[in-house]
């Protein structure tokens, strides 16, 4: 059974088109995704088309991840995203999705157990089980707590855009890194793994990937969302082309000058952030 691992695309089509282009030359028997798979980047609908091709054409297996339960409880209740750093890469995706894309999201569970033929059963998740936006790069304590009671083999978890193989009380923990916005201090790749297994168990591969950072680049000023995130926004293309997350640095730093939340911090705190990170 070969199976292809990926998450984290936040909008990124380039990066998804190259990973199709992959499948072609090297197919799979099935694809499992972990979620966050828009917002943060531009055209969110191409991302999205392209996903509903990936499931026709392959056997797919997809839980919701942070960024699809924040889009989904906006609709049960107005968050009030509008044009700021804080939410305004929200708000240009919400108006950017149908109800139907947003019923295709809600009909996705947030975690799962997974039996692939006679491999060993996997659990799936998008950060921890039971916590969607655990993350174990910055909470090794919760990644031993949770392979220590973990009733499968097997997790495969993403949100920390980490590329990971951990191997840890009998048990195995995959990270695919991410597809869209890849953290490994290089930048301009796509991250992704590849899984073979049979009734002995699951052998993996994390995947480093080139695609076309550079069109995906003019999108962010064509489209429109660099009005719309502002600075947070600025952040995400860089950290695209350095693969250092200035993404999280930027929130971190907010959230140190203020001391309110970043969604009700004023944007002249935002600027003097990017401004020392370099950002504009």
């Given at each position: ?10 909008s ?16 799979a ?24 091709e ?20 906006n609709?049960k ?39 692939l033929?006679?491999?060993?059963e996997l ?13 174990f ?16 083999g097997?997790?495969l ?5 980490y590329q ?6 009998g ?12 953290i ?21 591969e994390?995947?480093t990937?080139?695609?076309d ?21 600025r ?10 997350n ?25 600027r003097r ?8």
């Amino acid at each position: 059974m070969r199976v292809a691992v990926i998450s984290d695309i936040h909008s990124n089509y380039k990066a998804l088109e190259a990973f199709l282009s992959y499948m072609e030359e090297h197919p799979a028997d099935a694809v499992i995704c972990l979620g966050d798979y828009v917002t943060d980047g531009p055209y969110p609908e191409r991302t999205l088309s392209l996903l509903h091709e990936m499931e026709e054409n392959h056997p797919c297996f997809l839980i919701r991840g942070n960024r699809e339960e924040y889009l989904l409880e906006n609709r049960k209740q107005d968050q009030g995203w509008h044009i700021c750093s804080a939410s305004g890469a929200l708000y240009y995706t919400y108006q950017r999705l149908t109800q139907a894309d947003l019923d295709w999201m809600e009909s996705m569970p947030s975690e799962r157990k997974l039996r692939l033929e006679n491999c060993p059963e996997l659990t799936v998740c998008h950060g921890a089980p039971g916590m969607i936006r655990g993350n174990f790069t910055l909470e090794r304590v919760l990644q031993r707590q949770v392979l220590e009671r973990l009733e499968t083999g097997y997790l495969l978890g993403g949100h920390s855009h980490y590329q990971e193989i951990c191997k840890m009380h009998g048990k195995v923990y995959l990270n695919p890194g991410s597809l869209g916005m890849a953290i490994d201090e290089q930048g301009r790749h796509a991250q992704f793994a590849m899984m073979e297994g049979d009734s002995r168990g699951w052998e993996m591969e994390p995947i480093t990937m080139d695609y076309d950072v550079e069109g995906y680049l003019r999108d962010f000023r064509e489209s429109g969302i660099e009005e719309y995130g502002l600075y947070l926004t600025r952040a995400m293309e860089k950290t695209l082309v350095t693969g250092h997350n200035y993404f999280y640095d930027l929130v971190c730093a907010v959230s140190g000058m203020s001391h309110g939340a970043p969604q009700d911090v004023e944007e002249d705190v935002w600027r003097r952030a990017a401004q020392r990170m370099g950002l504009c």
